[in-house]
């Protein structure tokens, strides 16, 4: 049986990276709440279910959360989990994940539970309504549902720590929500391919409207212009949201350099896919992301000089 620092890995090595940085009991509580939320995600993405099914799940696995609902009422369907998705490393150990959360303090659990089990009502919403975004509102609230209360939780959990975020802590918790806006834009960006592959298009009908397209154009490589239009909103869409995320970073301070270099890593890492994604038709035919280099030089820069906003802001605009 794998540890549950083996199944961070497995699922996800580069957020691995920052939460290993983290000081306990935050390290326990992030990881925790990461895994959590990884189940949720691997309910609503994987390919083997029926949307009538992954909604029950979700909406059980809400209950399990807040001790409504027995472990057992999932367990088989997601112990036995055989999708190829990283996520599904999280759902195969759901019991090791489950008794983790309940071995937390009592504050940081129901902050946990609160924000994932809201996180994991707002994807069973999302199934059921099905992959129909009107506008840019729509794609923020889904988003907000799957990534901002991701930074409502961590926002909440960092308060513990950090007498800056608690004193600032309405103005956190809204830029750590936009925060989680970017990161979630940019795997938009990052997912076009593949989520088209399986049926969903992240792109509002207001997107299409303003580049003069229809959502099948998009993914036509004779004729990348159209796609290229959309995927000029979604870049400037993430820049706005990732400026935010700076901004949030900056409110941490030095001396929580753990935290920092946390919340650094997705940030620089955001920055420089949009980077790479910028006026690039390849993000509709495969995905689009930094190599392993640029990773660990990312990984390296950042464990150096992060404790200063204005190397940030100046790496930031490097990356650019």
Request: charged letters at 30%.
């Amino acid at each position: 049986m794998q540890t549950l620092d083996q199944v961070l890995r497995a699922t996800s090595r580069t957020f691995a990276i920052g939460i290993e940085r983290l000081p306990q009991p935050l390290r326990e509580e992030v990881k925790v709440a990461y895994l959590v939320l990884r189940i949720s995600d691997y309910i609503e993405d994987n390919r083997s279910m029926p949307s009538e099914r992954k909604v029950e799940l979700l909406e059980q696995w809400h209950a399990v959360l807040h001790r409504k609902a027995a472990l057992s009422s999932i367990e088989v369907d997601l112990r036995n989990a055989d999708d190829a998705l990283p996520d599904a490393q999280a759902a195969r150990h759901v019991a090791q994940v489950h008794a983790a959360l309940g071995e937390l303090a009592p504050r940081a659990r129901d902050v946990i539970v609160r924000h994932a089990g809201d996180s994991t009502l707002g994807m069973a919403r999302w199934v059921a309504r099905g992959p129909d975004f009107a506008d840019e509102a729509d794609l923020d609230d889904y988003m907000h549902e799957v990534a901002g209360r991701v930074g409502l939780l961590l926002t909440e959990l960092f308060s513990a720590q950090s007498g800056a975020v608690r004193r600032n802590e309405d103005e956190m918790m809204r830029l750590g929500r936009e925060f989680g806006l970017g990161l979630q834009t940019v795997n938009v960006i990052r997912g076009l391919h593949e989520d088209h592959e399986r049926g969903w298009v992240f792109v509002p009908r207001s997107f299409l409207a303003q580049a003069g397209v229809d959502a099948e154009a998009l993914f036509d490589p004779k004729a990348p212009e159209p796609g290229l239009r959309v995927l000029s909103i979604f870049t400037e869409k993430a820049d706005r949201h990732l400026d935010a995320a700076r901004r949030y970073i900056a409110g941490i301070e030095r001396r929580h350099h753990g935290i920092r270099v946390f919340c650094l890593l997705p940030y620089f890492f955001a920055v420089a896919t949009v980077v790479k994604s910028r006026g690039n038709a390849e993000v509709f035919t495969h995905e689009v992301k930094i190599d392993r280099d640029e990773v660990r030089r990312i990984t390296r820069d950042t464990a150096m000089f992060g404790l200063s906003n204005r190397w940030v802001r100046r790496y930031a605009r490097r990356l650019r």
